[in-house]
């Protein structure tokens, strides 16, 4: 891994080494300098070979950091075939990327093209025809051009000169990212010369890991690009509400009846501050989004003020999501995105005056991509607002909501926001289900392909590398086997698709590795408002709340699965699939620790936060727990070991193998209908004999989680999850004579 220094001692400027066309450019835009990532990254494309990675913050110019020097680069090419490969997690990012790149590109006479399931079919025919310059694309459409097209995958693709992935991080873990790190494989095997890769990204916690993961094979070979601008100021404040006992669903839609709920008080002083300007609010589940937008609509209509508070999530139409992303891109109305992740990545919608987060974090790379959408000019200080909700204390309260953990992670997570902390990404647990969905894409593409040749493609480097031969062998007999039928065997040993893995490849959703339920879709005068899951009851006249408005449904065709409905008053919010809570580190837990222990007063907390925080603080001490980790709660206890969700769900596995029943917390678990004492007796057993990891992942029922697991061998599912678990499992000891120390 090279690190680049300063760009001052260059001889010549970045600006000086770039194409006479861009020069001109960047003066027609009246530039008054590069920004530092650009002027590094120009010296780091244009004067080496080496692959290279840009880091640096949200707006800091990582897009034309990349691409003026690659277009320098590769103005002057006559070979058939793109030159470039831009890849991307999202489509919306894709036509943004193409729209700043049109103009500059059409005056190099450099083509573009993008390709995705919804860019026009003419273009890329021209570009099948004749494939120059620079082709923008998500893996999904990667997969579908090796897959059904491989001759012209290979005019198009084996020339390549540049790869470039942006939004880097949202690859380093997850199916999407195994799958695309293969895909870079596959087109290296199809290269004359494997292409330089090149990554963007704002937010990796180690860029020593974002190396590995751009080039496995050779990561000291990746040259580093880290912006050294200062971050803007930040102003913060983290806001506390309180849902009574008696709320039962704390993300319905407001009841004008009963008392105001938490979300109520949180949607009155986001109406009151927000509006006038453009803001992000994250409010995480789709439920969630729709029951703040409509709050807001509500008091706009009250009001008597125009809306500007529209929901932004992944069930809404394409054709409305990008309503909101062109209001905020455009700035000439004052407009506020409530959405769930969808706004984190690096679509182009302007500057924000500040960012809201509903509820308190669980990431800190998530929080650190989201506040890197405010304060984006120079001199403008980027704000973010907490809102945290806690719930009031009855009589009959675990003792463990007394801590008020909410309001202590939302100060935990400033405090390491401040600190820079990010986490590293996390072990995937997709593994198996990507290199079965590989074997068969390559096989697919290649006619047949022999079991050596498909290991040494697939696994031979990188994430997917944690299948080792006996793995893979084991999970190619599966395939083949009667029951799957996925695979078959040739005489002279070639690989080929079986009936049922024809059946699969020949599906339109083989593409993408991720899994895609069936959904109604909503439609209101013609227009296509969205999705929602088909586990959602319908029917004529029931009343739904979607899209920041309310619905009633008028007609159902149950065989289209389409829903038509008009405008109503009153609803509910249809049923999303649950939102699994994210897991958090064990950094973020050791820091909530720290804040019970302290007694600093934050200065950005509000009077509830701050009596919250007060609250859990007295409770921690009250409870004894800064002398203990075990906690009485009726029958059960909980076990806080304050380490992160990883660690505590191996605890919980090598309780349930002593025969216990355990709930996995974010700061430890809890051990059902079970003293102290007696908890204390089994984890002196785990610290004097810890479990074999293997042995604990017998335990493990929720191994089929991916997109093909069903077709994969349990025995292989259980063996992946062991390693990728296994450092937890060398320090289970460790943890549970840690938290027998308070005991003593």
Known sequence: MIILPASGSEERSGFDKL?????????????????????????????????????????????????????TKVADRKESGFSVLYVSPLKALINDQFRRLDDLCERMEIDVVRWHGDAPQS????????????????????????????????AMLASLDFIVVDELHAFLDGPRGL????????????????????????????????????RPENP??????ESAADSP???????????????????????????????????DHVFANLRGSNNLAFAGSRKRVEALADRLRIRSEKAAVPNEFFPHHGSLSRELREELEDRLKKGDVPTTGVATTTLELGIDIGSVKSVAQIGAPRSLASLRQRLGRSGRRRGIPAVLRIYVRERSLAADSDPLDRLRLETVRATASVRLLIERFVEPPSTDSATATVVLHQTLSVIVQEGGARADRLYRLLCGAGPLSALDKTDYVELLRTMASPEQRLIEQAPDGTIMLGEIGEQLTSARDFYAIFSTDEEWRLVSGGRTLGTIP????????????????????????????????????????PKFDALMNEPIHDRLATEMQTVLSSTEIPAYLDGAATDFLEQGRAAYKLLG?????????????HILTWRGTDANSVLAFALVSAGLECVVLDVGVTVIETTPDEAVAILRQVAERPPDIQSIAGFVENLRTAKFDEMVPETLLRRLWARAHSRIGQDLGMVAREVLASKL
Do not use: C
């Open 625 to 637: 727990l800064d002398q203990s980790r075990f906690l009485r709660a009726g029958k059960d206890t």
């Open 220 to 225: 000291s070979y990746v040259a580093i690009v």
């Open 179 to 214: 799958h695309l790190a293969s895909l870079l494989r596959r087109l290296d095997d199809l290269a004359v010369k494997p292409a330089r890769r090149i990554g963007l990204s704002a937010t990796i916690g180690d860029l020593a890991v974002a190396a590995l993961w751009l």
């Open 534 to 573: 088909v586990s959602n009851p319908v029917g004529v006249g029931a009343v739904i709340s979607f899209a920041g408005q309310r619905w009633r449904i008028v007609a159902v065709d149950d065989r289209g699965k389409v829903i038509e409905v008009e405008r109503h008053r009153s609803g509910k919010i």
């Open 19 to 71: 194409h006479e066309t861009i020069r001109r450019w960047i003066w027609e835009r009246k530039w008054e300098e590069l920004r530092d990532v650009q002027d590094k990254a120009i010296a780091a494309i244009l004067n080496g070979e080496n692959d290279v990675l840009i880091a640096a913050a949200t707006a800091a110019g990582k897009t034309e950091a990349a691409f003026l020097p690659i277009l």
């Open 123 to 154: 273009a890329k025919q021209r570009a099948r025809r004749d494939p120059r310059g620079l082709v923008l694309i998500t893996p999904e459409s990667i997969e579908a051009m090796l897959l059904r097209r491989p001759g012209d995958a290979k």
């Open 233 to 267: 100021e930040l102003r913060l404040q983290v806001r506390a509400y309180a849902d009574s006992e008696e709320v039962e669903d704390s993300d319905g839609l407001e009841n004008e009846e009963g008392p105001p709920t938490a979300l109520d008080l949180i949607a």
